[in-house]
């Protein structure tokens, strides 16, 4: 096979699959071409040096060695994920290990939550019996692992971390733990890889690094020269030539999944990703190609294998490269599989994607505004879809599921904000049984029965809400309402405070993040309206905004008891939050900034 070496991921530490499943998939992805799976971890193995860190329901060390031996006898090597930097609540959970954490309450006490401490006298210690219990599942011909070491955000907050600062700088301390870590990885016979996003803000470390690391490059839509950093406002960058020129082993790393609360993969962006990184991967001579996939349990993981098989397919042409999809994991006609993957793409025009989407999931009060011809769009869309899946063969289960799980939160968007009637009731009723069976039929194909599956704690809590529903008129209570445009997208949220009792309380918070290869530039057009229910009919309010880049609010407005009540210099699109650092700046995502909300 000619070009970058291909791989893939399962991110069992978000979502544990049934042991026979992954089994059966193994030999597929050798026919599709992959010769490395990568094993995403955490508490989702046990690791007998540590017998406290494991969950309930964790692989043993018996089904590791079957999934090892499994990929082994057709040609894949594994590579497990062991984080060892951020991602490590799976250790500070853990009581006996909570010390290790980098975040300390005033009294110098370790809190809750965290990330490790590179600096602690035990991280080393603990770090090392967690790789050599994964020693054995590390079957590549240079016998990889993975240490992670991303989006360590807490970085240097421990006193002993800023002791070292004060010395030598962020990016040596950082370079500094890189090297312990390669010199115990060393020690164990293995080759270290570190996903590379630290390295945007701290470019200095490069120089520092190991040459005989592997770097792995993430990003997640479509690009059309080099990667972005969306933390930075999407400003492009490039790791590849200071990594290479380092003598640092290169891979790309594109997403064949969704995003946190989608149902269904975004496939327009998904293939688009693909294609970008292939492209990149070829100019800069990067060794290998990972297909990365994250938190899919929302999502039926056999729609995510859809992107995997088409991988392989050499066209520029996303709808051949999904009905090739589709034929290589369902075993369809090519006839049937075009249809599919026509009527898949089409669905990428209503996706169910980005937080203030999401904010109904929290609680239907929260829900922004849209217009009625929006949801009504998207249910005509999915109805017909979810008709015509019904028709497919049992092989397609999943599929059908997911559309007819999406045709149930098309019907709950318009539901919440415009159903009045006891007829619009019973409606919904039925459309939350059949989401219901939808939802268990998703779960079903890859995973143990659970009644704690997302999507089944969600419709189970919007039985709740539908119990208290009294119509989609918000009625006599207090509310705040205000447009939020990220014309500037980065990493921030603008939350709502109230005061009561004598205290600041938020009453919601909301990340502008879209999750869109669409939303993914320097200047946005996307406004949407929030609305939030107040506790009194006071007006002491206050917007609060954190996280990187600048916002702007505008059409703010109260209303209670009919009466509409604007604050002053709120009507016009005012600016908040700060402009997002160059590159190369660590980022501080502590930072907030209050305004208050001024009523006449």
Known sequence: ?????????????????????????????????????????????????????????AYTTRQMERLVTRAAAVGIGVVPIVNLLGHTQYLIKVPELRDLNELRAPDGSPRPTGQICPLHPRTLEVAEKLLRDMQPFCTTP???????????????????????????????????????????????????????????????????????????????????????IELFNFREIDLATPLISRGIEYWGCPMNGAFRHEPLPHFGDRLGNLASWERRCKEVGARGLLMTGWEPSRLAIETTQLVDAALAVKTPSPEERLTAGVARVFGTTPQQARKIAARLLTADR??????????????WSLATEISEARPNEERAFFKKAAKAAARWPKKLSALAASLRYRLYLAERDWFVRF??????????????TSGEAAARAMWAGSRRPDAHAPNLELIAADKQQLKRWSGADPG??????????????????????????????????????????AAAKRRGTLRHTHRVPLK???????????GLGEVKVGSVELSHSARIIRPKGWQRFRKLGSPTPSCGLFPDLTQEQCYALQFT
């Open 142 to 228: 240079d016998r990889k692992v993975h240490v992670g070491l991303d989006e360590s955000f807490d970085l240097g907050r421990h006193p002993r971390s800023r002791a070292e600062i004060a010395r030598i700088g962020l990016a040596a301390h950082f370079a500094r733990y890189v090297r312990k870590l390669r010199r115990l990885t060393r020690s164990l016979g293995l080759r270290m890889g570190m996903w590379a996003d630290m390295l945007h803000f701290l470019p200095e470390a490069i120089p520092l690094l190991p040459r005989d690391l592997i770097a792995y490059d993430w990003y997640y839509y479509p690009f059309p020269r080099s990667p972005k």
């Open 476 to 517: 006599r209570s207090p509310w705040l309402r205000y447009t939020v445009w990220d014309f500037a997208p980065g990493l921030h949220w603008i939350a709502v405070d109230e005061w009561a009792h004598g205290k600041w309380q938020e009453r919601k918070k909301c990340y502008t993040i879209e999750f869109l290869g």
């Open 536 to 546: 009194t009919p006071g007006v002491k309010l206050r917007f609060r905004v954190g």
């Open 419 to 432: 159903g009045r009637s006891a007829a619009d009731k019973k409606r919904f009723e039925h459309a939350i």
């Open 1 to 57: 096979m000619g070009g970058p070496a291909r791989a893939w991921s399962w991110d069992l530490a978000r979502q544990i699959e049934r042991l026979d499943w992954l089994l059966e998939q193994v030999p597929r992805y050798a026919d599709w071409g992959f010769t490395e799976l990568y094993l995403h971890l955490e508490d989702a193995v046990q690791f007998p040096s540590l017998p406290n860190v494991a969950r309930p329901g």
């Open 350 to 363: 209503y996706p169910f994607t980005g937080y203030a989407r999401w904010e109904i999931n929290k609680d």
